[in-house]
T-cell receptor, first 112, second 111 residues
């Protein structure tokens, strides 16, 4: 079954701790993305990667970091520098840069 | 500034009562308009891509249309299972692969 998996579904952390969200896809897509969704706001792009070992900052990259060592994996680290980390995080992928994006099930992160 | 506005914010329909959702946009050089469906607590599910004015796409009870300034998602004879938030996104012209999302329309279809 092809698709995008994100883990965990729910994540709880204390303020000041870094946390890494997993995103894996078996669709053989070249491009992968991380978005953040907050109530009453549209999805906002954090980082994206068009190919392995390359990634670019989106609109709200501050306090986040990513890596793309394998085509199928694009983990996101939420660092202690992110001021408001509590949100619903969505990973997506697309075949190539201009095609439609397919989303994973999301990870809800709560930081207290 | 590139912008996407969806209306209404929320819509309540009776089962079988057809209606339309609106997505108006201001972008420099449209490279695609996308519709997604999102159920509570889940990731968005891709529905349609439209690229040029006059283009239409259909899937079951849904039909998406595109003009130079807006897109409509028409829902014909909706059922309760069509209840969800519908998101619109646009890809502006330029070198980046950025999508700009609207805030969505929350649709509730009552039996």
């Amino acid at each position: 079954d092809g698709g995008i998996t994100q883990s965990p579904k729910y994540l709880f952390r204390k303020e000041g701790q870094n946390v890494t969200l997993s995103c894996e896809q078996n669709l053989n897509h070249d491009a992968m993305y991380w978005y953040r969704q907050d109530p009453g706001q549209g999805l906002r792009l954090i980082y994206y990667s068009q190919i392995v070992n390359d990634f670019q900052k989106g609109d709200i990259a501050e306090g986040y970091s990513v890596s793309r060592e394998k085509k199928e994996s694009f983990p996101l680290t939420v660092t202690s520098a992110q001021k408001n980390p509590t949100a619903f995080y969505l990973c997506a992928s697309s075949i190539v840069q201009d095609s439609e994006q397919y989303f994973g099930p999301g990870t809800r992160l709560t930081v207290t | 500034e590139d912008q996407v506005t969806q209306s209404p914010e929320a819509l309540r329909l009776q089962e079988g009562e057809s209606s339309s959702l609106n997505c108006s946009y201001t972008v420099s050089g449209l490279r695609g308009l996308f519709w997604y469906r999102q159920d509570p607590g889940k990731g968005p599910e891709f529905l349609f891509t439209l690229y040029s004015a006059g283009e239409e796409k259909e899937k079951e009870r849904l039909k998406a249309t595109l003009t130079k300034k807006e897109s409509f998602l028409h829902i014909t004879a909706p059922k309760p299972e069509d209840s969800a938030t519908y998101l619109c996104a646009v890809r502006p012209g330029g070198a980046t692969n950025k999508l700009i999302f609207g805030t969505g329309t929350l649709l509730a279809v009552q039996p």
